[in-house]
């Protein structure tokens, strides 16, 4: 029996509510309630694979969601320009093109000044889940220097950097072409070589000959000890410990008579008339000299007379014995 026509109408049409409503939810999702909001708009150029990455992923600046990814494609169906055919490298890029929410992050001044200072993107994962989104952040621009691409850039160009898994896999292939240039083959034949040497060594060489001299030198310093009279060493080691410990206690003895106590306490009045003592003897010296410094001069000033006394009557002795006037020098005739 057939059914009518408007239950099966109506069927298509509840069909037809429930995709629009599917459409507009996904729509609504990809949005993440941004109607309303204001954005700007960015593109970044990726030399490398992207899988995991969708439009409507995250992009996210030290963790924090401040927009989405828009458009994903390839820089040879955007950018097919006469100028940009001929770079083979730049036409196999990948063009990222994402939004950033104005209400996320402050006002950019300079764009040019944030990428001289080091402003990135890189495509990176989410924990274990391995959600891909793409990352914002500051890196070092001496060590990512931004790629200079045939085009002019339709939106602000953001750099882009190797992400963490494209850098270890490259380090790990660079470590895999060095280990193919090396020669496996002459290493290991070297290093038989040298445990061959080594062995020799050990066994007939100048190894050997040291290892020998060194157990003789064992072998002699066991038969000296063995000669040594540990027994009675040890009994004057012990015989003279006893004998310090006598002189310690005796010394303790002594500390403790009364009349070494007595004179212990005697010893600060001591040193207190022996101070006295030497300021008085300082005195006196002091004294001493301030008497003897007169009589010191004259002593100087006779000296010196009878010096010059003594000069005179060497020089003249008929002047001071007869008080004559001495002789006239002889001159030199002309």
């Excluded at 109607?35 to 969708?54: A, P, Q």
């Excluded at 939004?99 to 993107?121: C, F, N, Q």
């Excluded at 882009?160 to 660079?174: D, G, L, N, R, Y």
């Excluded at 034949?189 to 020799?200: F, H, I």
């Amino acid at each position: 029996m057939a059914k009518p026509p408007n239950t099966l109408f109506l069927r298509v049409g509840m069909l037809a509510l429930a995709a629009i409503a599917l459409a507009v939810g996904f729509v609504l999702y990809l949005t993440a309630g941004q109607f309303g909001t204001k954005s700007d708009y960015f593109e970044t150029y990726v030399g490398e694979s992207i899988v995991g990455l969708d439009v409507g992923a995250a992009v996210r600046f030290r963790g924090v969601q401040i927009g989405r990814v828009t458009e994903i494609s390839l820089a040879a169906a955007i950018y097919d320009v006469p100028e940009a055919r001929a770079n083979r490298a730049a036409m196999q890029l990948v063009v990222i093109r994402f939004a950033v929410e104005r209400t996320r992050v402050s006002r950019i001044a300079s764009l040019d000044d944030m990428i001289a200072g080091g402003l990135r993107a890189r495509i990176a994962s989410q924990g274990i889940t391995g959600v891909t989104y793409l990352e914002i952040d500051i890196l070092d621009p001496a060590r990512y220097p931004p790629i200079q691409v045939p085009w002019k850039p339709r939106y602000d160009h953001i750099p882009a950097v190797p992400s963490t898994i494209t850098q270890v896999t490259s380090a790990a292939e660079q470590i895999l072409r060095r280990l193919e240039t090396l020669d496996i083959e002459a290493l290991v034949n070297n290093a038989a070589g040298l445990m061959g040497d080594l062995r020799k060594q050990i066994s007939e060489g100048e190894v050997a000959s040291v290892l020998r001299e060194a157990g003789e030198t064992v072998a002699e310093l066991r038969a000296e000890i063995r000669k040594i009279r540990l027994e009675e060493t040890a009994n004057e080691l012990r015989g003279a410990i006893a004998s310090m410990g006598d002189a310690g206690r005796s010394a303790q003895e002594l500390l403790a008579s009364r009349e070494i106590r007595e004179a212990l306490v005697r010893i600060p009045a001591a040193v207190t008339a022996l101070e006295q003592t030497l300021r008085t003897a300082r005195g006196t010296t002091s004294d001493l000299q301030a008497d003897l410094s007169p009589l010191m001069r004259d002593l100087r000033s006779s000296v010196a007379n009878l010096r010059d006394t003594t000069e005179s009557l060497r020089r003249n002795p008929s002047q001071t014995l007869l008080g004559a006037p001495p002789p006239p020098p002889n001159r030199e005739r002309r």
